[in-house]
C-alpha cells in the first residue's frame, strides 16, 4: 500500500512537472519578448470651439516588451507632416508619442487587447497673439510657437501572426487631448469696434485614431517550425482560394484642382491638400496565385464644405480592376491597376452668369447650384497581404489615386465678360488602405 501510493506520488508529480515544462515552453515558443515595428497612422483630431474635424495621416514606430501572452508594455511615437489648420491651440506638422499598457489574450496565429496609453500631442505652428503700440495705437500680431498637449490613448488592438517572427497590428481607439488654457485674440463690434486678448481655458476633445503597420519579433525561444515562408504557395501544394471578401479602412489624400478665384490673374492654383478617412468593402477572384480580380468600393463619412466647385458633400469611392504579383506560404506582394469613379454627394458648382449693369458698365457675376459629381478615377499601386491562417488573409495597400476633374465654369465674379472656363485638370492622391479578409 505504502509503495503504491509512493508510486502513485512519484507519477503524479512528475506529469506536473511534465505539464509545467509543456506550459512553459509553449508560452515561450507563443510570447516572443521584444517587438519592433512600422505604422501608418490617421488621427482625427477634433478642434477645441468649433473648429471641426481635421484629418492628419502620419507615420511612425513602435517598440514592445511583452511580459507574458497577456501583458506587454509599449512605446509609440508618430509624425503627422502634413499641416494642419492654425489655430491659438493647434497648427502645423504635428508629433506624438505614446507609453503605456496592452493587455488581453495571446492565440497562435492571432491576439486581441485592450490598450492603455498616456503621452502627449504636439503642434509646432500654434498662433499665440501679441500686442503692441505707442501713441495710443494699438497693434496686434500673431507669434507662431510649439504648444504640447497631454493625450491619453484608449481602445483596441488586434494582432495577426502569419509566422512566428512577424506581427500585422490593427490599432482602433480615442485620443484624448486635453488642450490648456491659451491666449486668444477676441474682437467685438459693440459699442464701439475693439480688440482685446483674453484667456481661453482649458478644453478635453475626442479624436478618433486608426493604424496599421507590421512588425519584427524576437526572443524567446526557437521558430515555430511554419517552414519556409518564401516558398510559393503553388510549390507547396496548397489549393489556390478562388474568392475574397474582405473589410478595411481608407485615407485618402485628396487635391482639389484650382479653385479659379482671383481671376483675371490666373486660377490661384490647388487648394491644398486634405485627409478623409472612410472605410469599405472590397471582392476578389483569384484567377491565379498571380492575377486576381476585384472590387473596391468606400465611404468618408465626413462632410466637406466651402467654395470648393468640384468637390464637395460626402465623397465616396468605386474601384474594379487587377492585381498581379507573387503570392509566397505566409505573405505574397502585388502590384495593382484598378479604373473606377469618385463621387461628391453635394458640388457648388456654377450654374451660368447674371448680368448687371451699373454706371453704363455690365458685369456678370455667377450663379450657384448644389449638385452630386462624379469623376473618372485610376487608383495604381502596390498590395501587400499576409497569411496567418489558410482562410485569413490581412492587406496593405498604398497607392495613387488619380481623379480627372472636367472643364467647367469660372466661380471669379465682377467681369465685365464671362470668364473663360477653367481648365480640365488630373490630380494625384495618395491613399493608403488597410484591412482583415476572408478566403473561401
Known sequence: MKSRALF??????????????????????????FEIGVQYTSLSINLPGFGGTEIAPGVGGRVTYNLNNYFAVEAEGNVFPSATRRDYTTGGAAQQMQFGVKAGKRWRRFGVYAKARPGFVSFGETLTPTQSGSGGVTVFNFRRERKTHFSMDVGGVMEFYPSRRVVVRFDAGDTIVRYGEHAELVSSPFPSPSSSIVTGGPETKHSFQFSAGVGFRFG???????GDDSQSSSSSG??????????????????????????????????????????????????????????????????????DTAVGGYPSQVQLGVKYGRRFRRFGVFG????????????????????????????????FRDR?????????????????????????????????????????????????????????????????????
Do not use: W
Not at 343 to 349: A, K, L
Not at 354 to 360: N, Q, W
Open 220 to 226: 524567446g525561444g526557437e521558430d515555430d517550425g511554419d
Open 336 to 367: 495593382k491597376a484598378r479604373p473606377g469613379v469618385v463621387h461628391f454627394s453635394s458640388v457648388n458648382e456654377v450654374s451660368g452668369y447674371e448680368a448687371f449693369d451699373f454706371s453704363g458698365q455690365t458685369f456678370f457675376f455667377p450663379t
Open 8 to 33: 502513485t506520488f512519484k507519477t503524479l508529480l512528475f506529469a506536473l512537472l511534465a505539464c509545467a515544462t509543456a506550459a512553459r515552453a509553449q508560452e515561450a515558443a507563443d510570447a516572443p519578448k
Open 372 to 440: 452630386s459629381k462624379t469623376y473618372f478615377s485610376m487608383d495604381v499601386g502596390g498590395v501587400l497581404e499576409f497569411y496567418p491562417k489558410e482562410r485569413v488573409f490581412t492587406r496593405f495597400d498604398v497607392g495613387d489615386t488619380m481623379i480627372r476633374y472636367p472643364s467647367r465654369n469660372n466661380p471669379g465674379g465682377g467681369f465685365l465678360t464671362p470668364p473663360p472656363r477653367l481648365p480640365a485638370e488630373l490630380r494625384h492622391n495618395l491613399q493608403v488602405t488597410a484591412g482583415i479578409g476572408l478566403r473561401f
Open 238 to 307: 496548397e489549393r489556390v482560394r478562388r474568392f475574397e471578401v474582405g473589410a478595411q479602412f481608407s485615407s485618402l489624400v485628396l487635391r482639389p484642382p484650382a479653385s479659379g478665384f482671383g481671376f483675371p490673374f490666373g486660377p490661384t492654383g490647388a487648394d491644398g491638400s486634405q485627409a478623409e478617412a472612410g472605410g469599405g468593402a472590397r471582392i476578389g477572384f483569384n484567377a491565379t496565385d498571380d492575377l486576381a480580380f476585384e472590387i473596391e468600393g468606400n465611404f468618408y463619412p465626413r462632410r466637406r464644405f466651402g467654395i
